[in-house]
């Protein structure tokens, strides 16, 4: 069965501070990694997506498939970075269900 | 820039009732879906639609859930006989991968939050 995980519940950083929040996956095929945020009293919104191979807010991700991990990282943390960060995996790259881990929040702190 | 949306965005009930759930997607998306979040839980998918049929549903979308697309506009989840353990947020999702080069994007609504007593 497909499964994301998200080790860390609560990552809290002071602002300039880097980050990075992690997600490993399990799935014998070729999935789509993503990563979705919420911010505080918003919907939940794409950030990134590993085949673009684009930073976003200056977020980026890598997918190693070796490793099974899709891990989130930025180098300097911004409080307006303080959200709901969610991990997610298709199975293709076509239209499908969406399977999330169970998010971490980060606190970036002034 | 277009939104899904969701009503009511807040539904307490009892026990044993039923409630549907409404989204408008966006405008011409073509694919549609539910998942839900108990509290400090995952999000969960529930169904997916498409061509006015389910394509996909979890194992939590049993015989007192459905869903519909009765006109042009709304996207509905309907639970027949809702139970405690319903009490959850709703989010609709829409997308459309022609529109988005051939890379589906989903777009999801502010959610429904839902209160069985």
């Known amino acids: 069965a497909q499964r994301v995980t998200q080790p860390e519940k609560l990552l809290s950083v002071f602002k300039g501070a880097p980050v990075e929040l992690k997600c490993n996956y399990s799935y014998s095929g070729s999935p789509e990694l993503f990563w979705y945020v919420q911010y505080s009293r918003q919907r939940l919104q794409l950030l990134l997506r590993h085949i673009s191979r684009e930073s976003i807010k200056g977020f980026t991700a890598d997918l190693n498939k070796g490793e099974t991990s899709f891990h989130l990282k930025k180098p300097f943390a911004q409080e307006e970075d303080s959200a709901m960060y969610y991990c997610a995996l298709k199975r293709s790259y076509n239209t499908d269900k969406l399977i999330f881990g169970t998010g971490t929040r980060l606190q970036v702190f002034p | 820039e277009p939104e899904v949306t969701q009503t009511p965005s807040h539904q307490v009930t009892q026990m044993g009732q039923e409630v549907i759930l409404r989204c408008v997607p966006i405008?011409?998306?073509?694919?549609f879906y539910w998942y839900r979040q108990i509290l400090g839980q995952k999000v969960e998918f529930l169904v997916s639609f498409y061509n006015n049929e389910i394509s996909e549903k979890s194992e939590i979308f049993d015989d007192q859930f459905s869903v519909e697309r009765p006109d042009g506009s709304n996207f509905t989840l309907k639970i027949r006989s809702t139970k405690l353990e319903d009490s959850a947020m709703y989010f609709c999702?829409?997308?459309?991968?022609?529109?988005?080069?051939?890379?589906?994007?989903?777009?999801f609504g502010p959610g429904t939050r839902l209160l069985v007593l």
């Open positions: 999702a829409s997308s459309d991968p022609k529109k988005q080069g051939g890379l589906e994007t989903q777009y």
């Open positions: 405008s011409n998306h073509l694919y």
